[in-house]
C-alpha cells in the first residue's frame, strides 16, 4: 500500500473541498481507511473512516453531518467530500489504510503525506 493524498487547498469559511486518497500500488481494497488530520500545536486527530466496501462509514462528532467519506475501489481512491467549512477545520489532512476490512481505533498502518486545507474565517 502507499497512500498518496490530495486535494486541499483554501477555501472561505462555508465552502467545500474534497480530498482524494489514491493507493498507487492498487492494493488497498481490501483495507478500512481513515482520514485524519493535524492543526498545528494540537495532536493528530481522526475525522472519519470506511470499510473495504463502504458498508461502514464512521464520523468524528465534530465533522458528522458536513463531511462525507466515501470510495471507488475500482480507481483505487478514497475521497473526503468537505461541506460547510469551519476555520477549525484548517489542518493537515492524513489518509491512513487499516490492516483491517473495517474500521477500528488502532492498526492504521499505512500514511500518505498530507494535504493542507486552510480555511479563512
Known amino acids: 500500500v502507499q497512500l498518496q493524498a490530495s486535494g486541499g487547498g483554501l477555501v472561505q469559511a462555508g465552502g467545500s473541498l474534497k480530498l482524494s486518497c489514491a493507493d498507487s500500488?492498487?492494493?488497498?481494497?481490501?483495507?478500512?481507511v481513515g482520514w485524519f488530520r493535524q492543526a498545528p500545536g494540537k495532536e493528530r486527530e481522526f475525522v472519519a473512516a470506511?470499510?473495504?466496501?463502504?458498508?461502514?462509514?464512521n464520523y468524528a462528532d465534530s465533522v458528522k453531518g458536513r463531511f462525507t467519506i466515501s470510495r471507488d475501489n475500482a480507481k483505487n481512491t478514497v475521497y473526503l467530500q468537505m461541506n460547510s467549512l469551519k476555520f477549525e477545520d484548517t489542518a493537515v489532512y492524513y489518509c491512513?489504510?487499516?490492516?483491517?476490512?473495517?474500521?477500528?481505533?488502532?492498526?492504521?498502518?499505512?500514511w500518505g503525506q498530507g494535504t493542507q486545507v486552510t480555511v479563512s474565517s
Open positions: 491512513a489504510a487499516n490492516i483491517r476490512s473495517v474500521p477500528q481505533s488502532g492498526g492504521y498502518r499505512y
Open positions: 500500488r492498487r492494493t488497498f481494497n481490501n483495507n478500512a
Open positions: 470506511i470499510s473495504w466496501n463502504g458498508g461502514i462509514t
